[in-house]
């Protein structure tokens, strides 16, 4: 081999070996260093529907990355709204569902659960059975930021519940596990305990026949935040009417039951609401 064809030879095995070299720094032994792909949202599955995506390959990338999905009852109709199949929402619920931790530790669900028991309107303290209108009025409307449609506004039924709003307690997409989930206005965070509605005749004004208790069971162990409250089931949701917290109350297994008080005020959608511990 002459001179020049040396040099020629010699400068292409350094190219060669040069981005050899820097393949290597880039790629391989340092994975770490590699940026992180951010984990899905809702923008993103949207976007990809928007661009023509089939729905395999969307719940493909769905199944193989990190998720921060919000899928609470008004999310997934956003997302219906936006072209989002049932099925795609199906595999969001399920990646969510599969990423998420255990809503309880492990060892708490060792320590078994403790009976709760409030006594509603005992002693006759208050009313048996509670009544609403059946059709919410303009200040009814105003009152508890109901639509403008009529439709929207009949009262269907009325219910009292109970639950715990302490922030360790509450459920992973708590809306969707409790029937107060889609009042926005006026319900905390919390995990439903006891929900008993009325079963009002066709025809009839709404009214419930108040339970001589409600029953449920909590961690023994922890204190809670407990909510007695009254809700009517206005148009297609339930909205709460009035309520009560009892603030870090422990209950233990034989004590004596809380005490509940649900007094409608007047002919409307008033309540007043009382909860506390047996004396």
């Not at 990809?48 to 990355?65: C, F, K, L, N, Y």
Request: charged content about 25%; proline content about 8%.
């Amino acid at each position: 081999m002459n001179a020049p064809r040396r040099v020629v030879w010699a400068w292409v095995l350094g190219v060669t070996l040069a981005l050899a070299a820097n393949h290597a720094g880039a790629t391989g032994g340092d994975d770490a260093a590699m940026p992180l792909e951010p984990p899905l949202t809702n923008e993103d599955i949207v976007r990809m529907v928007a661009s023509g995506t089939p729905d395999s390959a969307v719940q493909e990338v769905i199944r193989t990355r990190k998720e921060a999905f919000d899928l609470t009852d008004d999310m997934v109709d956003e997302l219906k709204l936006a072209g989002v199949s049932a099925a795609i929402v199906a595999a969001m619920a399920k990646r969510h569902a599969d990423s998420a931790p255990p809503a309880v530790p492990a060892e708490r669900e060792t320590r078994g659960r403790a009976p709760l028991v409030v006594s509603l309107n005992a002693g006759g303290s208050g009313p048996r059975t509670v009544r609403v209108p059946a059709w919410a009025d303009e200040d009814a409307k105003a009152l508890l930021h109901l639509p403008k449609e009529n439709d929207q506004r009949e009262v269907k039924d009325l219910a009292v519940f109970l639950a715990c709003a302490s922030p360790e307690h509450i459920p992973d997409l708590w809306r969707a596990k409790s029937p107060l989930g889609r009042d926005m206005d006026f319900v905390t965070r919390h995990e439903m305990l006891a929900f008993v509605a009325g079963d009002t005749p066709a025809g009839k004004a709404p009214r419930l026949v108040l339970p001589a208790r409600l029953d449920a069971e909590v961690d023994p162990t922890d204190p809670h935040d407990l909510v007695l409250g009254i809700a009517a089931r206005i148009g297609d949701h339930w909205v709460q009417m009035g309520a009560a917290v009892l603030r870090k109350t422990t209950i233990v297994a034989g004590q004596k039951p809380l005490l509940g008080r649900v007094e409608h005020l007047g002919r409307g959608f008033a309540f007043k609401v009382e909860l506390s511990a047996p004396r």
